[in-house]
């Protein structure tokens, strides 16, 4: 951060990958990608690739973390070794993965109604296949898919999106060259029908009026992909559907 | 390794908690103080001699000791020209009941992580003049011991790692036939811009209220916790670490941290000079 670009992250009003400030990369999703598992969901912002797997809700271990009242969750962000551009990554979890696994738990947990699942407990495992920037905002919508995918009752969807800030140009959907060179990054994680934020992260410099402008570009952004998330839920089971009773 | 739901580990009795609110709705904590107030806070500097900086923080019962050491080594690849900044922390088994011998878990490395994030880009201390010749970097290990836990471990631990900052020494760069390494006997204190110090601000939420520095059973009964870092009149870090919440809370939490902050500020006031 601060640090010269090798292109011009800004130019005419567009940016290097010639988005507009305020335009997703292309998104796409799947639902249903990991057929033993209870529940999953590929997710894309652009070359941004996360995987989501969902086991449970099954029985708490280790034993002494279960409840008697409500379920817990366990979740892992990883990144493959071969995720990034530069030299290849150690797969044991850094200390940055073991904080963004924290956050994203912290971030899915307001959505779920875990008081439904006493004794027990539901895994959420992220796999990071391609990192071009925003890696834990595209996990956190494919970790939601895959909790609705595998039934479980939820209160509503948490979409991940970034922004950002290049050039004193608040951004949405920082990708790999933004995140590095830009002079600021806020991943947000956001429940649209509730309106309610349950990812907050922010490093770089703001004002106030650029931080709350951010914010509502934000909720924009989540809010566009809110919209394509829900078709990823309903072809998934309209796919279903057709299957049983033709079309 | 991955982030497993703590609530198992750590609780509060709902009496306790529904005492905690109640009271709250009067705009009253159980320890008497408003929700804006900040607890007494003391900052000293030098109590470890062996270290090349120190300082020691207590906020209320909260007691956090920071030591600098500095070594030599290589910079991170993306930045050649620079100094290395490694900030870690431990929670001790002394701080609480529910703390485990160990590893630091995710707690403590988010505390660490969001300490760092406040100080690494904000300008406090100037990275470029920590560049060192032959392709060699100064690193500063700024480690953070939490000896009590008495809540908002993050706004007292980023304190106690600003001062031992300024507190720092640094040990000359000696040259010899064998290369070159770290003259311990001539040191020279570690420029800090004073102007641009960075300060952590948390705000928690319970029951709808928002309040400054939550003591540990406080946090024990939180809806919402989230952090901000100031510098000079920019936010230079920010991290939700507990619930949720709505955008009019979000930009109220912002206010009542910024207020804060001053308060924090004036600690730091004559440690900095």
Known sequence: ?247 | MASISPYGKRFISYLRREQIKRLLSTRYRVDGRGPEQVRDVEVKVGVVKTADGSAEVRLGRTHVVAGVKVGLGQPFPDAPDEGVLVVSAEVLPHASPYTEVGPPDESAIELARVVDRGIRHCGYVDFKKLAVEGGKAYVLWVDLYVINDDGNLVDAANLAALAALRNTQLPAVVKDETGIKLGRNNKSPLQVEVAKVPVAVSVGKIGGVLLLDPTFEEELSLDGRITFTFSEDRIVALQKSAGHFTQAELETALDLAWRGKERFASALKDVLG
């Open chain 1, 1 to 247: 951060m601060g640090k010269k670009s090798p292109v011009p992250l800004l130019q005419n009003g567009l940016r290097a990958d010639g988005r507009a400030p305020d335009q997703m990369r292309e998104v796409n999703m799947a639902v249903g990608v990991v057929s033993n598992a209870d529940g999953s969901a590929v997710v894309s912002y652009g070359l941004t690739t996360a995987v989501a797997a969902v086991y449970g809700p099954r029985e708490a271990h280790p034993r002494h973390l279960a409840l008697p009242d409500r379920g817990i969750m366990r979740v892992r962000y990883h990144m493959a070794p071969f995720s990034t551009k530069d030299e290849r990554k150690s797969p044991t979890p850094s200390r940055r993965e073991i904080e963004i696994s924290k956050v994203l738990r912290e971030a899915l947990e307001p959505a779920v109604v875990l008081e439904q699942y006493p004794r027990s407990r539901i895994d959420v495992f992220i796999e990071i296949l391609q990192a071009d920037g925003s890696t834990r905002v595209a996990s956190l919508t494919a970790a939601s898919l895959a909790l609705a995918d595998a039934g479980i009752y939820m209160r509503d969807l948490v979409i991940g999106v970034s922004v950002g800030l290049v050039e004193n140009t608040v951004v949405l959907d920082l990708n790999g060259l933004e995140d590095q060179y830009g002079e600021g990054d806020l991943p947000v994680g956001y429940m649209p029908n509730l309106k309610r934020f349950t990812l907050l992260q922010l490093d770089g410099a703001w004002t106030r009026d650029k931080f709350l402008e951010a914010i509502g570009l934000a909720v924009k952004g989540a809010e566009y992909v809110y919209q394509k998330a829900r078709d990823a839920l309903k072809n998934r089971y309209m796919s279903i559907a057709e299957e049983i009773y033709g079309r």
